[in-house]
């Protein structure tokens, strides 16, 4: 099948009306120089839930997450083409900060990447960025988002000790505090759970379900157990041919998706017949 | 952890209140009671490698015997050339590293040796606080140059650093790889200038320059410290670099997925990571701008006095010895050698402060040894 002629097959009928949606993808196109990596996404995110992303690795699962908050844009020679619209506005079109955009996308990578500063100054971050100065109110924001992020009792005596110095499960959810503190809108989780322990990934998932009815959760996952276990709709990623584009090959609810997918290649993919 | 080391120590308390003919099954069937105890959901966890590990062990029981009759396989012993040459190329190596520390042993001891008199003959106090240095009255007062070397320092330092500093964030941070591949080489050329060459530009062109900027002759303490900021660039501009570059992406992505500008990123999370990169890399600069000797005695205008603005002639310790030594004897030989000492204590605090820094860095980011709780 030719990546041009491809069919996404949708268990729930698109939205015509971007407004009801969190994110609103028509026919997204991405290209890496001159290779198009994505091709013909067309999907909805709805928001207050949580949608995983899956597929096999080089799928193109993390280059649509990293499209949805324009991290791509740090890339040079990278093109998007197509429409992604965030509650009715296309962030891709001309004149849109990047900056501001990401303030309300915030992003959780698999490495943990906390600041080499103090627990406190981590979370602190984007509150100070958007000009929070007050102790008091930085102290609030920062014990709410620990909390939000199920950290706050294991590190609410060592706030001042660097962020490197906690475990790696710890150093995960530190990272997601540090995202709440600036009240984002969505939330992208780009395979947060793959690097740290299971203690951990319990600890997360519970927030995730926790925060979810403020914030839209979209996370990219290897694991199909957790993309059922935690997410409220799926999207099918694949490559089926090094070198060509990529393309979603279903979307829809997540129990859809698990229990009756529409597409052969989905259900191979998570009856773990290849990928 | 804790968890487990109770568990270890249970388990010992078992076996010893246990018959001593216990078998090993029944005290790993003990561990796991008292495991199942500590933890009641994770029975099913914790029940099931030892079910594994019991199945292994009859496997290996059942496993027939490694037939005895087959000859030995024949395996080549270490060669007695092969020993010599290991044995004399590790005492080779051994001697290379011993001559480094004994070079350093030899240096120290000798200069000590030689200004050592001057304890006696001249005295410490009058040698430190002396402003007078006058051969002809065989006065040796040593501040004009300690203070001429720190104020030349200092003042290329303050220079220096930010131009070196921001330069090096430029170069990681914001140039195309075109750019750096031009600025690069200038920069490891800069660093390979022989000292008299900058020393006869800082003559020629810094000096007219600063006398036409702000009066008199153009030799002293401001042209020293353009001619020496020019000298201590490239060290730390490559150092700070390094550090710099040593920052991984994932931090820098994090900031940016926060909203934050390039700009943001760069002075509140990249220069913060590498600040102890960057101080290492200043600690350097000084200790190459303090030993510096050619150019600064070309430029700084060489008169034992203490300093009196930015273009009055000063001397610096490492001038002053230059300058002197060739035709010195007695207490004037006896205080230059003081002045190298001091020189030498300098030089050796600057290299344990770096050495400090870099042990409390890595104190500060290592992961405490009991896991916090998770």
């Keep these: ?169 710890q150093q995960q959810r530190l990272c997601i505090a540090r995202v709440l503190a600036v009240q984002p809108e969505v939330l992208l989780m780009d395979e947060p759970c793959s690097a740290i322990d299971p203690t951990s990934v319990q600890k997360i998932e519970d927030l995730m379900a926790e925060i979810k009815d403020e914030v839209t959760i979209i996370i990219v996952t290897h694991n199909m157990q957790q993309a059922a276990r935690v997410s409220d709709y799926t999207s099918f990623f694949l490559q089926e041919v090094a070198g060509e584009p990529a393309v979603l090959v279903e979307s829809g609810k997540t129990s859809d998706i698990f229990t009756a997918p529409i597409d052969k290649r989905t259900e191979d993919y998570i009856t773990g017949r290849f990928g | 952890m804790s968890e487990n080391k109770n568990t270890v120590d249970k388990s010992q308390e078992d076996t010893l209140e246990a018959p001593s003919h216990a078998s090993e099954q029944e005290v790993a069937a003990g561990k796991e009671s008292l495991r199942t105890d500590a933890d009641p959901s994770k029975k099913t966890l914790t029940h099931t490698p030892s079910v594994v590990m019991k ?26 050339s092969t020993q010599i040459k290991e044995a004399s190329l590790a005492t080779l190596f051994f001697i290379c590293a011993f001559l480094a520390v004994l070079g350093v042993g030899l240096i120290f001891a000798f200069v000590a040796w030689r200004a050592f008199p001057l304890l006696s003959e001249i005295g ?34 303050i220079l220096g650093v930010p131009l070196a500093v921001l330069t090096a964030v430029f170069m990681s941070e914001v140039a195309s790889p075109r750019a750096n591949a031009i600025i690069r080489p200038a920069i490891e050329l800069l660093a390979g200038v022989p000292s008299v060459v900058v020393g006869f530009f800082g003559v020629v062109v810094v000096v007219p320059i600063v006398s036409a900027l702000v009066g008199g002759a153009g030799f002293g303490p401001l042209t020293a ?80 006095q203490l300093f009196a603005g930015i273009s009055a002639p000063i001397s610096t310790m490492t001038s002053q010895i230059v300058l002197e030594m060739g035709y010195s004897s007695g207490d004037h030989r006896t205080a230059l050698f003081g002045l190298a000492a001091i020189l030498f204590l300098i030089s050796m605090s600057l290299v344990l402060t770096v050495r400090l820094l870099a042990r409390e860095q890595t104190k500060k980011t290592k992961k405490p040894k009991k896991g916090g709780g998770a």
């Design chain 2, 55 to 80: 199945e292994l062990a009859d496997t290996a029981a059942k496993r027939e015997p490694v037939p005895e009759a087959r000859p030995a396989t024949k395996l080549q012993l270490v060669s007695r």
């Design chain 2, 225 to 304: 410290w353009i001619v020496l900021s020019i000298m201590i660039m490239p060290t730390i501009t490559t150092l700070s670099e390094d550090a710099l570059n040593s920052i991984p992406m994932g931090i820098r992505e994090a900031s940016y997925a926060m909203g934050a500008t390039k700009w943001q990123t760069i002075w509140k999370v990249v220069i913060p990571a590498a600040r102890i990169g960057i101080i290492d890399a200043t600690i350097l600069g000084m200790g190459r701008a303090i030993g510096e000797t050619m150019a600064v005695l070309m430029v700084v205008g060489n008169a034992p």
């Design chain 1, 1 to 169: 099948m030719s990546a041009s002629t491809h069919q996404t097959k949708y268990s729930t009928p698109l939205q015509t009306d971007p407004l009801v949606t969190s994110y609103y993808v028509r026919n997204l196109e991405f290209w890496y120089g001159d290779f198009n990596a994505l091709t013909n996404i067309s999907l909805d995110v709805m928001p207050s839930a949580i949608t995983a992303f899956i597929g096999p690795s080089g799928c193109g699962k993390s280059t649509f997450l990293r499209c949805m908050n324009r991290m791509n844009d740090l890339i040079p020679d990278t093109k998007v083409g197509g429409d992604m619209l965030l509650k009715g506005a296309d962030i891709y079109s001309s004149g849109v900060d990047p900056v501001d955009l990401r303030r309300r996308v915030g992003m959780i990578f698999q490495q943990p990447n906390p600041f080499p500063q103090s627990i406190y100054d981590n979370v602190a971050y984007g509150p100070r960025l958007q000009g929070v100065k007050k102790k008091s109110d930085l102290d609030d924001i920062v014990e709410d988002s620990l909390k939000r992020a199920n950290l706050w009792k294991e590190v609410k005596d060592i706030l001042d000790k660097n962020g490197l110095a906690i475990s790696g499960g």
């Design chain 2, 124 to 157: 410490l106090w009058n040698f430190l606080t002396g402003t007078q240095w006058s051969v002809a009255d065989n006065t040796f007062g040593a501040l004009p140059f300690i203070l001429g070397s720190f104020v030349v320092v200092g003042g290329s330092l």
